[in-house]
């Protein structure tokens, strides 16, 4: 007798069929899962971008698909997506500021009348440097051009700002992408009683000559003795004045005094004197955190900072400040990008080389753990799970040199360094046995339903995040089934209150849905075990069934992720 009912059952099934009764949504990779909302695909793109796109999408792909959930978005709630684009871009949460800075840009030209406000009055807080101003404007010139209200935020950012605060911007933040100051200002014609913003903006527009005579004398008594026209002295804020002065400067001491004097940045800096130890030794001085993280590899260099050195041990205690990485908008990919690449003592791009200085290499490990938001401790019993398929080695997360699979295992470290009861595995849709560095011999393979591997990781954050990285880097890889985690821990009788899913959702291999081998393991252990995904594309599924409190989906390498994550395990 033909056992019609097990074709229609609602407890299993493959995982490129739909469960009959569940709103799954075939993915990418054509299995099944759970579509994300809206608001949840403007969370991802805010946080990850599209930049470098995935392994199943193009970046103009992915671009096109997250645009217009941000669209519907607007259409629908335009404050509310405000609201989120100012939350995200504000707190420092995400890696790059592009995303926040393109979607508060479609916003303003697709919300109604209500949301067009709302996105204008928020441009300072989300464009906040000169190029996220250029950003915004390049966008808003391709997505509808530029109209009324647009002309005056551009205007309000220059007239809401302190002469000192907007002579800083212009001399720092030139021109960004074919667009400059002098582009925008013919623009939208800003218009101030303030003399001292007048003549900052007299200067971008016209250039030094339009403010009277720039007189440089150096005095028969030192040869970096600067004196200037009285009338310049008076008009132009400090950074305009130094960088005028710079652009005229003979001597590295004359560059070194301007810095020092007038805290001059690095981009006002001429060429020719970028090579300098005495400037770049006076540039540290005040030398904003962000500004040092990039600039690690050539203080180096340049010998300011050697080991053992004075330049060391103040680069080390900057990068160890909470408070200052706080303050800095310092995100923790931008220092694992940094802790990778300095280590390696060679550049991303062109021939540049330095040794490492071990003091430097150690308190960015430090600085990575301190970006985040602080975690108190769940106190549950963890299994965090990598996934290693093949898809996670493609596209980019927020644009920086890491794949969806090497950022996974940075970000399993913050919770592993927070919970002292963890087990790390590695998962991919078949077996695979390798011996690496972080990770031991064997596999695990032939687990119910499933036939396919999970490999236990030795991952700790006693090691160094960048060599723990590369170590998951260079495992094998295969097909994506993320029920794995579940069938590997009911198959080996392990406790778990909390299931952690690093993946890019995309899972296609298995005999049975994550989210009912999650019940399975629940039915079997008695344990209310909790699954948390952790997306690493902003791509537009989850395996988190929304309809169970016991799923959460978070963004991954998002700087509040561990701190929500460990917040709902305790619930």
């Not at 995200?88 to 995400?94: H, I, L």
């Amino acid at each position: 007798m033909s056992d019609y009912a097990s074709h229609l059952t609602t407890i299993a099934a493959t995982q490129r069929e739909p469960v009959p009764g569940a709103p799954t949504v075939r993915n990418s990779a054509g299995g099944y899962s759970f579509a994300v909302d809206d608001w949840t695909r403007l969370d991802r793109f805010l946080i990850l971008g599209a930049e470098g796109g995935s392994y199943y999408a193009t970046e103009r792909a992915l671009t096109r698909e997250n645009a217009q959930a941000v669209v519907r978005c607007a259409q629908t709630d335009p404050v509310e997506a405000v609201r989120r684009i100012v939350a995200v871009s504000d707190s420092g949460r995400a890696p790059k500021n592009d995303p926040a800075v393109f979607a508060l840009a479609l916003v303003a030209a697709h919300a109604d009348a209500a949301g067009k406000k709302a996105a204008y009055a928020a441009v300072p807080a989300v464009c906040r440097t000169g190029t996220h101003l250029f950003q915004f404007a390049a966008a808003s010139d391709a997505l509808r051009g530029w109209g009324r209200g647009l002309r005056q935020a551009v205007a309000d950012w220059y007239t809401s700002k302190s002469a000192r605060e907007l002579g800083y911007q212009v001399a720092k933040y030139q021109q960004r992408d074919g667009w400059g100051h002098r582009d925008l200002l013919r623009l939208a014609h800003p218009k101030s009683a303030d003399p001292a913003i007048q003549a900052v903006l007299r200067w971008v527009t016209h250039g030094a000559a339009a403010m009277g005579p720039l007189a440089v004398r150096r005095s028969s008594l030192g040869a970096d003795a600067v004196v200037v026209h009285p009338a310049v002295e008076a008009d132009l804020p400090p950074a305009v004045r130094a960088a005028e002065l710079a652009k005229r400067a003979e001597t590295e001491q004359e560059v070194a005094r301007l810095v020092r004097e007038h805290r001059l940045v690095r981009e006002c800096v001429p060429t020719k004197f970028l090579n300098s130890p005495a400037v770049w030794e006076t540039l540290l001085e005040d030398m904003p955190v962000a500004a040092l993280v990039r600039n690690l590899a050539t203080l180096t260099r340049a010998g300011v900072v050697m080991p053992g050195s004075a330049g060391a041990r103040d680069v080390a205690a900057r990068l160890t400040d909470p408070d200052r990485l706080r303050r800095g908008r310092v995100h923790p990919l931008a220092l694992l990008i940094a802790l990778k690449t300095y280590a390696g003592g060679r550049g991303v791009k062109g021939g540049h080389t330095w040794p490492p200085v071990p003091e430097v290499v150690e308190a960015l490990d430090v600085a990575f753990y301190l970006a985040f938001r602080a975690v108190e401790p769940a106190g549950k019993r963890w299994l965090l799970a990598l996934d290693v398929s093949g898809s996670m080695e493609g596209g980019r997360v927020a644009g920086s040199p890491l794949t969806p699979r090497e950022a996974a295992a940075a970000m399993c470290l913050v919770t592993a360094a927070t919970e002292p009861v963890h087990h790390v595995v590695g998962f991919t849709g078949r077996g695979f046995s390798v011996t690496t560095a972080a990770c031991t011999a064997g596999a695990w393979a032939g687990y119910p339903n499933s036939g396919a591997g999970v490999e236990p990781l030795t991952v700790s954050p006693s090691q160094r995040v960048d060599e723990v990285v590369a170590g998951v880097a260079g495992l094998p890889m295969g097909p994506t089934d993320c029920a794995l985690p579940m069938l590997y821990a009911a198959d080996r009788g392990l406790a778990v209150d909390v299931f952690v899913v690093y993946t890019d959702n995309e899972t296609w291999h298995g005999a049975i849905h994550p989210f009912q081998a999650l019940r399975e393991y629940r039915e079997k252990t008695g344990i209310p075990a909790k699954l948390v995904v952790v997306g690493m594309v902003s791509n537009g599924f989850t395996i988190a069934d929304p309809d169970d409190a016991g799923m959460l989906d978070v963004v991954g390498f998002d700087a509040a992720a561990p701190a929500v994550i460990a917040d709902f395990a305790g619930q």
